[in-house]
């Protein structure tokens, strides 16, 4: 959901050794991945891939359940993927779990806001969509007393 006004963006990815690199964009941060799966000293692009897109669809649910005015005081999206078994080794079947944690939540507002992430606002899962099976579940979870940070 949130935008900015140049959509331009950048990255670049430095060979370390071995299948190790040292990712760099326009943000300015640096991250190392690791293709090496033996010597697993970093995640890998493709597990990076399945972290952008929970952190993209859970930072959409952040927002607009915080304007429908949940008492959210948990929210984690979790995502497990299956692969091809011959290259590429693309996606085929990704299932995410949306848990929200918070008091008297309003399921249709949630189930509204993980339409909403998945049909118009949740660019890394728009990209993904049609290479991959996608489903998800919701999962809420109510509590009494606040446990964390309300959204």
Known sequence: ?????????????????????????????????????????????M???????????????VIMLKKSRQAVERLEVAAEGERAAEPPRVYTRIHLTYRVRGRNLDRAAAERAVKLSQSKYCSVFVTLEGKATITHELVLEETGAAAGPAV
Do not use: I, K, Q, Y
Request: hydrophobic share 40%.
């Open 47 to 61: 597990e990076m891939l399945l972290r952008s897109l929970c952190a993209c669809s859970a930072t959409d649910l």
């Open 1 to 45: 959901m949130s935008t900015t006004a140049n959509s331009a963006t950048s990255a670049s990815a430095l060979w370390v050794d071995g299948e190790r690199f040292v990712s760099d964009g326009s943000s300015g941060h640096a991250v190392a991945f690791d293709a090496d799966r033996e010597r697993n000293t970093a995640p890998g692009p």
